[in-house]
């Protein structure tokens, strides 16, 4: 994982099919959508929601695939 913001396309050519926890995020203004952030986990189950609580600011968890069928999406 790098210390770098990278663009929200490269972490999903790096992570794919994985769960991504982005911190220091930038988004677009007009979408809101994450544009880049820095990963500072990831892996293929959601258990990456428990190290969320680690972190402050702007932050981001993403799934870099097709999310699963037993998978709901909240905002």
Same mark, same amino acid.
């Given at each position: 994982?790098? *210390?770098?913001?990278?663009?929200?396309?490269?972490?999903?050519?790096?992570?794919? *099919?994985?769960?991504?926890?982005?911190?220091?995020?930038? $988004?677009?203004?007009?979408?809101?959508?994450?544009?880049?952030?820095?990963?500072?986990?990831?892996?293929?189950?959601?258990?990456?929601?428990?190290?969320?609580? *680690?972190?402050?600011?702007?932050?981001?968890?993403?799934? $870099?695939?097709?999310?699963?069928?037993?998978?709901?999406?909240?905002?």
């Amino acid at each position: 994982m790098s *210390n770098e913001l990278q663009p929200i396309e490269e972490i999903e050519k790096i992570y794919p *099919n994985e769960w991504v926890l982005i911190v220091d995020c930038e $988004t677009d203004e007009a979408t809101t959508s994450v544009i880049r952030g820095r990963v500072v986990a990831h892996g293929r189950k959601r258990e990456i929601y428990e190290k969320v609580v *680690n972190y402050t600011g702007k932050v981001s968890i993403r799934y $870099t695939g097709k999310l699963p069928e037993d998978v709901g999406v909240m905002f």
